[in-house]
């Protein structure tokens, strides 16, 4: 779909635009947000992007990364415009109760811009374009490029194919389609240098990190079509990693053959989980991340639960069951 | 490049086509065989396929890969062409000399369509359409059929879709360009599924090769920019795992941010290994393989030696510090 026209005119006709997008940052979510900026400061336009810090350091190769600054020092009343980029609710941003009800009571112009399913909770009152279809939110912000008929340029080319890599999984995920291989084509003619950005993305674990993910493995539970992971607080203190040390974990244990369902339980806080789960192709697992109050995709959901980590498995596997899935 | 005259005209007036490929065939040899099979079919021609037996098991979901036949009970003479797919020299067809000296006997019309760096041992005498700048040898036989005017089938947009992704690790490598990315798309668009490639192709691991997996980082010595991984005979034997099962372990080790030159010895026999290496970006481990008696690409290469692990291991360091890769 083309972007809406009334999130356009706002781009058009505001001048000052704060970015924010969801807490641990991804791929898609620095990405998109960059494009976007880069996208207004083409229009003439003040944009800065704020989020949790620090950035993980796989996307320090992003350019002008370093110029996101701290989403606990928002300076909300200096923006016109807030624009949410990959999430559409602004519970997702931190996990600061108090920073979120700041963001919510913004005064401003509202606008929501993302492909994740609308997440209806409390009435944030935005100008939405949410495209639960489109593979990454950068898919969006190219067509807003597109709209606006501005040249892509290496930033933006670098920024965005890094956004759908990260959300297709380098082009594995259910959502690769000719669309988002033609997009991809489009942003290496562009300048985006892809085994550059691979490299980058995917190949630059620290040593603590793969120390981590050895700790997982050594620790997987594989009773197919189910893999369970998990990681307590203590193999995060052990490694020295922190949780965003952990993306693309949960997607290695889809490498199995018979396993079609994985789920990574990670404990941010004792006897709290944060739970990524997977599938691999018509299997659906938002409706079980749903079940907990969390949400996603079909092929890659999540969830938080207070509880301990058997407590925690035994309501997935009971989840899983009554849904027919296990 | 367009594909050569003198080819189109062979595949246009001759009626019984043999196809043959390299031995341990990947899914460019496989995917390339079949989608040229696929299209001279589509011509009304005779066509076959042999190649090394078992096909491995991963490549099991191509369409008809169940008619390739045997390249030990080869028919040479019921065929009036002899088509070498993915390899430039007979030699490469097969372990049994006396089999490839009987293929360079061959009377017909031979013709070589490859993407590899040209093997000029031996005179094959065939006619050439050798393009090492091309990522996959898919990609020129898609452009055969492009030729043709015929349109792209589901069977055929599979095989060239798998060709593809095994030569550029699914759009991960150095060879994945603006060109590769549209040529995908449009296989796309023809029918194939990119997710269901990806997961038949590189997410088909038994869980002993996943227990042969962890045991190798387990154990790997990690001094960057080198990762040195082992497997020894006792690990293949306790996960029940063979040789094979360890195809993209190394590539693993190159996840690791400092990492630049991976390595993986696995002893074959008691103190004989077969080593893998694998390096990033600009940097050669040809000559160091070769150092070895071994060979292959730039960023990937391999050689036998025979010794116990730590000796075979200190040989490779001082062979890579004389390269001032260490």
Known sequence: MRPPENILEVLKNEDSFL??????????????????????????????????????????????????????????????????????????VDNDKKLVEKIERFSGIKVIIDHHIEDKRGDFNAIKWIEPEEAATGIMIYKIIKAFGINLDYAMATALYTAIIIDTGNFQFDNTSEHVLTIAAELVRAGAKPSYIYEQSFESWSLNRFNLFVNMLTNVEITPPLAVGYLRKDDFEKTGTEESDTERFVEFLRTIKDVTIAALFREIEENFFKVSLRSKGSLDVNPIARAFGGGGHKNASGYRIRSSFEEAKNKLIEVLKSNQML
Request: glycine share 2%; proline share 8%.
């Open 19 to 92: 970015i924010l997008t969801h807490s641990t940052p991804d791929g898609d979510a620095l990405g998109s947000s960059l494009a976007l900026k880069f996208l207004l400061r083409e229009l003439a336009k003040k944009a800065e992007i704020f989020t949790e810090q620090p950035i993980p350091s796989q996307y320090k190769f992003l350019p002008e990364i370093e110029k996101i600054k701290n989403i606990r020092e928002l300076p909300l009343e200096a923006f016109k415009v807030l624009i949410l980029v990959d999430c559409n609710n602004p519970s997702r």
